[in-house]
């Protein structure tokens, strides 16, 4: 058994890991209702984006030349994943849910025997991509220095995209993130967003539309500015839940210290109380034999 | 009848501006300014560097935009545009900066001729506003 001194030791680092998780969890509840707010003031921006460019896909009379953002170059050979996670660790399962969605994508992609690239946003998911993947990173963007997810970085990350698309570097491009949907629930998400994948989703207003200039000008305008927009969207999305994730991982954390705490005091007190029994025999049994 | 409509700007990262009594906006579209009035026909539209000018019975309100897309439909404008500021809160030393950026880029020489041209409109505008 271990001595009383060993177990005081113990129960002061445990109770000191307890202070810090639980501050942790505090700090990651007031980031995380400004996170969410911004997530959902952010939503009606790419949707109304979605709209317009769905409106205008639609529209748009001649499918054959249509913009390669939209339409994609014709063939499926190389595909691009952009893997977006946290440069904070200590959130949960939060990373370890992206990285596990997007391997299970990698593996089929490499079966079916395609091309496969990957830029890596936020630094915890290089850390866990490069020991598997490291040759098929391309790319790895942090913004460690942004302290909120900002349009300025996502434009910066979609600006890159679509310069190694125009170079034709790629023909598919997938974004991994994680959806915010409550606090314990956040689902890892797997989105196309070149070429536009506007299946299922039909226009339900017949009313037609005038352009200015016309449909193609404007589109070619817009796709751009769309890629932009989607991964604001799921850097948005992204760190919701992340705090999301960090807050409920950090409060079981707690929890578990707590518990510990208890234990380790009881087997204390225990072996206190022994030493202390141990000590009254030997001297009532020394002063029998006197 | 009333001669109102509903215009909506957003940006990124939130709703900028939502307001239901609007008489007229007058948009810097890409191809000239476009003034739009209430029962205009659906339009879709690009802007390029310029003034919004909103006329409503609770006054008039002028916003400089230096991109972004016009959905009118329905007696409903919404602009969706990544920078936009309230001129009303616009002053000197924040003018100055955004001149100074929109000069340095139309200065550039490796740009292609729209951005040229973009930024070109972008100075133009800024210079308007002293």
């Known amino acids: 058994m271990a001595s009383l001194d060993d177990l005081k030791k113990r129960i002061a680092s445990v109770k000191s890991t307890q202070k810090i998780t639980k501050a942790m969890k505090m700090v990651a509840a007031a980031k995380l209702r400004r996170a969410q707010e911004s997530a959902e003031k952010g939503r009606p921006y790419s949707e109304k984006m979605n709209n317009v460019i769905l409106n205008l896909s639609n529209g748009i009379s001649d499918k054959e030349n249509a913009p390669k953002l939209l339409s994609g170059t014709g063939q499926e050979k190389t595909h691009l994943c952009v893997v977006m996670t946290s440069d904070r660790g200590l959130c949960g399962g939060f990373n370890s849910n992206i990285i596990k969605k997007a391997k299970s994508y990698f593996a089929r992609i490499l079966d079916e ?77 797997a989105q196309q967003i070149i070429p536009l994948n506007n299946e299922g989703e039909e226009n339900s207003s017949e009313e037609s539309y005038e352009f200015e200039p016309d449909e193609d000008e404007i589109l070619s305008n817009l796709l751009p500015k769309n890629i932009s927009t989607q991964i604001f969207k799921a850097m948005l999305e992204n760190s919701a839940s992340e705090q999301g994730s960090r807050m409920s991982a950090m409060d079981n954390a707690t929890r578990n210290a707590g518990e510990m705490v208890d234990k380790l005091t009881i087997e204390y007190n225990r072996s206190r109380q022994a030493a202390i029994t141990k000590e009254l025999i030997e001297i009532i049994s020394g002063a029998e034999s006197l | 009848m009333s001669e109102e409509f509903k215009v909506e700007i957003v940006n990124p990262e939130k709703s900028f501006l939502v307001k239901d009594d609007v008489s007229e906006v007058v948009v810097p579209a890409f191809e000239g300014e476009m003034g739009i009035l209430k029962d205009h026909i659906s339009i879709i539209s690009f802007l390029k560097p310029g003034i919004i000018k909103i006329l409503s019975k609770s006054g008039d309100e002028n916003y400089y935009v230096e991109d972004g897309i016009v959905e009118f439909k329905n007696n409903n404008l919404s602009i969706l545009t990544s920078t936009i500021f309230n001129l009303a809160d616009m002053d000197k030393s924040k003018q100055q900066d955004l001149l100074k950026q929109a000069e340095e880029e139309a200065n550039k020489t490796d740009i292609n001729d729209q951005s040229k041209y973009l930024a070109d409109q972008k100075v133009e505008v800024l210079k308007t506003l002293n």
């Open chain 1, 113 to 189: 025997g395609k091309e496969l690239k990957i830029i890596t946003v936020g630094s915890k998911g290089n850390d866990q991509l490069k020991r598997v993947y490291g040759d098929k990173i391309i790319e790895n963007i942090s913004f460690k220095e942004s302290k909120n997810a900002n349009y300025f970085d996502a434009d910066k990350v979609g600006k890159m995209v679509i310069e190694k698309f125009v170079a034709g570097e790629f023909d598919v491009c997938t974004i991994f993130y994680n959806q915010f949907k409550n606090v314990i629930t956040q689902i890892p998400q």
